[in-house]
């Protein structure tokens, strides 16, 4: 029988409340463009018949470009969204529960380059579709949060009876019945798997959902077949994609254009190199002057991340000026960062150095960290030593340091460590290419306007209180 975890419903996707943000931001920014009606359900009320009647006044109003690819997603996005009215995977009876097997809908996997509008379509068709019980999520969180579960799941067991062999029990099949009972739709943003304690339990986690009725949307840079290319014990990886195919139906959505770096109007200059003559002045200018619309004076600043005190050195209400060391060169990770974008609207970053596969662990922290920003809109103004598309590079045969002790310990040889992908800085490769895309939006003038918190109501980015 299926161990159950008792646990509040609320206390689900722990990081749904950031994913979600976002979402709920772009329909705000759609609101206030006067195009959709009601944010978080637009189907009924803002006069669109669906996501591509609402494309089509996007279009039209100008705020986004035609893009037949994007139009042929959205089809077929909009066909699902239309099976999915009145669509529950959990029946109402006992009885039924005991004797009917949800029906199983097919989802999609729509993947191609960065900035195609991935994000921006799944977006539009999950605002449509006419259910509670819909999780928008970043994928990453969402297995933080699967790991959690299965955690506590772990630790609610009877401890062992010293001498007695424990019952093998499998926690996945629980974990997955819990996320079924919470969500009938569940949309992936960034699809990637990248850690291999993710693909050893995927297969397992997602044959569960799928045959519990759960019908998944994701977007992805990747293929299926690409996932978790050369990584660890892949051979046992293989088979979820198999799975993932067979009920998600691969889309690919690439015409070739990245949105972010169309000519957008420029916010004016947030990207300062190192060897431009007074550039520190200049930035200190720059923070001097939003530092005195702030109620407060220039001090270090104290965060409290989980109990822990993170300093960061100069700060002024809801502006930081920190280093590149400070924030990548030190063991923060994305919860650090996710309180900076709660605490700051706008954040400087100085000295960033040339990030090559030899500072893996800091570039991966500077990935990390853009990703959080742009999450939440928050400003940055940067100060780097190459221009931000030379920033990242890979070179063939860089050291990789930080990974020889691991090779060491898996008994691997350099050579054959050299095709797996947690050697090879494939995943740097794709985060990097992302990471420049959202650089390049961050520095326009919409993002810049969209980034102010001044004129927004107090909560979700609240005064800090952690100082
Ligand atoms: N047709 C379009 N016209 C104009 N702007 C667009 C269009 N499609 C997307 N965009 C804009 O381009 C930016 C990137 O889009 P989005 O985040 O959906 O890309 P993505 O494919 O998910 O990227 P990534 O793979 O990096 O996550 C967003 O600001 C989005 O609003």
Redo the contacts with the bound molecule.
Sequence with gaps: MALRASRPAREVFKLKDFCSRRLRK?LADFCRRGVYAAAGSCSSGAGFSGPLDHYSR??RDG?????QR?RAVLQELEQLQRTLRGYSNTPPSIFSRIFTKPKNLRGFYIY????????????LFYSYVETERKRRVHFHGFMLDVHKRIHRLKQSLPKRKAGKMAKAYDPIAPVAEEISEEACLLCF??FQVTDIADAMILKQLFEHLFLNGVVVVA???RPPEDLYKNGLQRVNFVPFIAVLKKYCQTLR?DSG????K?NRPSAGKLYFLSSEPDVEATLDKMFDELAFRQNDITRPRVLNVHNRKVVLSKACGTVADCTFQELCDRPLGASDYLEMSRLFDTIFIRHIPLLSLNQKTQARRLITLVDALYEQKVRVVLLADHPLEELFVHEEGAGHDDSHALMDDLGLKREEARTLSIFSGEEERFAF??TV??LT?MQSE?YWLEGDRSSKPRGSHSEPKNS
């Design positions: 772009s996007l279009i705020t986004l470009r035609d893009d994007q191609g380059d960065v900035g195609t509008g991935k994000t921006m379509v799944m977006d943003d960034e977007t992805s840079n959505l254009i990245d949105y972010r169309q290419q992302r895309s959202r939006e919409e």
